[in-house]
Every structure is written in C-alpha cells, then in structure tokens.
C-alpha cells in the first residue's frame, strides 16, 4: 500500500485552463503539505494543514487554493494556469506539525502549454 | 529566519569510496531538527537520516551518517562504500521548533558514482 499517493503523477494542460490534483495519506498523520520543485530542483513549501486547518500559507498566487475534507486527504487546485506554474508539485504528510520526517508522495508534473 | 546551504552542486565518487555531502545551517531555534533525502532519477523523495539538535551522538542508518557539529552549523552526509544506486540528488532540510513547522530544502547536491 502507498503511504502517500499523489493523482495524477503527470498533467498536461493549455494555458487558462483549471486543474486539481489529489492527495491522500494512510499513515494516520496529522499534518500534510504541498511542496513545489522547479526545473531547478528547488523544494518550496507551498501549503500545510494539520487536522484540515491551514497553518502554512506561503507567498503563493491565489491562483492556488489548497482544500482538505479530512485530515487524510489535501487537494491541491489551481485556475487559470500559466507556463510558470509548470512544476512537479509534491504531496508529503508528517505524524505531527512540529515532529518527524516528511512522507513524500511520488510527485505529479505538471506541465502547461 | 532559517537557511539551509549545500555549496556542492554537483560531486563525483569512484565505486565503493565514501563521500561527504555538505550542509550548513542557520536558525535562531533552541531545537530543531536536520533531515536528509535522496532523489533518485526516477523523482520520489526518499528520507534517509535525522539529527536532532540535541542528540548527543551522530545519527547512523546503514552506509550513511550524519557528521553534525553543531557550533559550526553543519550537518554533512556521509555515504560509505558507495554503490552505482546512490547516484541521485541528495537534499539537505531543516525543520525547527517555533514559528512554521515545514521543512526547509537546500538547493541539492547531484551526486555520481563513477564505476
């Protein structure tokens, strides 16, 4: 069983268009995350919930809206996409919001046109 | 404000030969905690070892360990006996204590073992 599984691991879209990916955790955690990796490489905190509240609103467009119905899922979706948002976005979950390692998910790339 | 540095973009290792990673460090936390992960080609993020500030000993798991010294802000990681599998990017974090609670990435170290 994954323990952090992220769909779709692969997106291409029009620019303009609006997308979603979804998360979800089996590892009982109380906290997830959103994390984006530019072509650089760069890991980027984009968002983080613990028990589905938002702690952690990094300086994001607000393009971006991040929704979590409990605490084992967090979506991620994004309007009006543009070439700049192309980008592997990675889903992680942590047992707590100041404790442990991140759980990675596989990562979904998202590429815009 | 917390930083994380890795200076090495890149580093090269003969088979079978360890290797250090850098990693320097800043925060104004009493506690914290250093983490590293290794990204392989095919892109999961893989946990491979953890410091925490106040532990007494350096932390080991397997071929690797964590040289910390903590009054110089540094945390490498070491990879012994390398193998062809260890080629990969290999990511420095910091998590602290107070204020936000995610882990904050250095910039990575592309690591290639050479057969």
């Known amino acids: 069983d994954t323990a952090v599984s992220q769909t779709p691991k692969y997106l291409v879209t029009q620019m303009g268009n609006d997308k979603s990916i979804k998360c979800e955790q089996n590892?009982?955690?109380?906290?997830m995350y959103w994390y984006k990796q530019d072509s650089k490489k760069f890991l980027k905190i984009m968002f983080s919930y613990n028990n589905k509240e938002l702690i952690i609103n990094e300086t994001v467009p607000n393009r971006f809206s991040p929704k979590s119905p409990d605490k084992a899922h967090l979506n991620l979706h994004i309007n009006s996409l543009e070439l700049g948002d192309s980008a592997v976005y990675f889903c992680?979950?942590?047992?707590?919001?100041?404790?442990?390692?991140?759980?990675f998910g596989e990562g979904s790339r998202l590429t815009v046109l | 404000a917390q930083k994380i540095t890795q200076t090495q973009p890149g580093m090269f290792v003969q088979e079978k030969e360890a290797v250090t990673l850098d990693c320097t460090y800043d925060?104004?936390?009493?506690?914290?905690?250093l983490f590293w992960y290794k990204q392989p080609s095919s892109g999961e993020m893989i946990f491979l070892i953890y410091?925490?500030?106040?532990?007494?000993q350096n932390a080991t798991e397997g071929r690797y360990s964590l040289n910390f010294q903590k009054a110089r802000k540094s945390a490498n990681l070491v990879i012994s006996a390398s193998q062809l599998g260890d080629s990969a990017m290999y990511f420095c974090a910091m998590r602290g204590t107070t204020g936000a609670n995610n882990l904050f990435f250095g910039t990575g170290t592309r690591l290639t073992v050479i057969p």
């Open positions: 992680a979950s942590s047992q707590a919001a100041n404790t442990g390692e991140l759980f």
């Open positions: 925060t104004s936390d009493p506690s914290y905690g």
């Open positions: 410091q925490g500030s106040y532990d007494q």
């Open positions: 590892l009982g955690h109380d906290t």
